[in-house]
């Protein structure tokens, strides 16, 4: 037996017009709109409400007729984000705590340089792949995130009084994105989008251990999304040891999807003293990054993460860095931000749940920005 709704159950059947793509929303709203003796471009107001120039509810609608905002709360929802925490640092990165339904934590970080905004999000609650000096990777996983609990981080920025503009994303936040693919998917299409957030493709960055699928399907978008690969060590034994999943994607399989990848890449390569950071390893990355032709982002590492890591020293990752330029490597050493509201990945929820105050600053670590 199939069981149709009533206009009457309507209430129990309300759809959340931020987890369809603006398209849609935008024909559910125009045909919903006519359906109920509006004209149709009363729907394409809705939808400006949803991303461009988002409103915190209908009721906020302000250039709708009341009655039209009253049916649309009756058929539809906007779900919010609820804020849990929000920690400023001294250098100006903030970082956000939000409280999904189900009572899960994610984390946002956004961190302004010059005039470009670039905001750190989550693609998932916690991480399955525990890479050794992750803090998100030692809470375990627990689910992957909608496509509305994505898109959604940026939309509460734009909602916060003052409102934030974002201007780059980066998913190096909470997750792997590519194993959530679809979910990223369709996000990245409100990210992009001029009826959605309007962020250009080339500032919108997708961070992986280097998920061979999920790559090849970033890859045939049209957009000129970026691809970072946390690559972290140059050789298989070393990289198995600080990333489990290295036996399922091992360093091979993640040079040949980014040769395969039409774009350039990014390396990510996390400094940890006395680990990955001596010559050697700088001559067989600097092979691994000529191979497939990629640009290297050396991070220093966070000392508020997991395991028992030891940041390399500023001047190792500098002499570092001058080894890859001498074989011909394009290097850039990330700068430390958010040092004081421990701004690496999963660090605020890890705090929240030991409820203990953040790690001071020092001079090295943090989120990293592509
Ligand atoms: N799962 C994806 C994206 C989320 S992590 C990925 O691994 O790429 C984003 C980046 O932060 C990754 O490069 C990750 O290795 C790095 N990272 C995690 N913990 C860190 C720490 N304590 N210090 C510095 N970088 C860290």
Known sequence: MTEKNTPGEAANTKRNLLNMLPTEAEQTLRDFAVEHGEKP????????????????????????????????????????LALAMRQLSGDGTEKFLFRLDDGEFIETVAIPEGSRLTLCISSQAGCALQCAFCATGAMGFTRNLQMFEIAGQVREMKLLDPPRLVTNIVFMGMGEPLMNWRAVDPALTVLNSPLGLGIGARHITVSTVGVLPGIVALGERPEQFRLALSIHAPNDELRQSLMPINTKYPLASVIEAAKVFDRRVTFEYVMLGGINDAGEHATQLAALARECRAFVNLIPLHPGGAGDFTPSSPEQIHWFARRLRAAGVEVAVRKSRGMDIAAACGQLRVERQRRRPPVSAEDNGNVQVA
């Open 41 to 80: 471009f009363r729907g394409s107001q809705v939808v400006r409400h949803l991303w461009q120039n988002p409103a915190p509810g209908f009721a906020e609608m302000t250039d709708l007729p009341v009655a039209f905002r009253a049916l649309l709360e009756e058929h539809f929802t906007i779900p919010r």
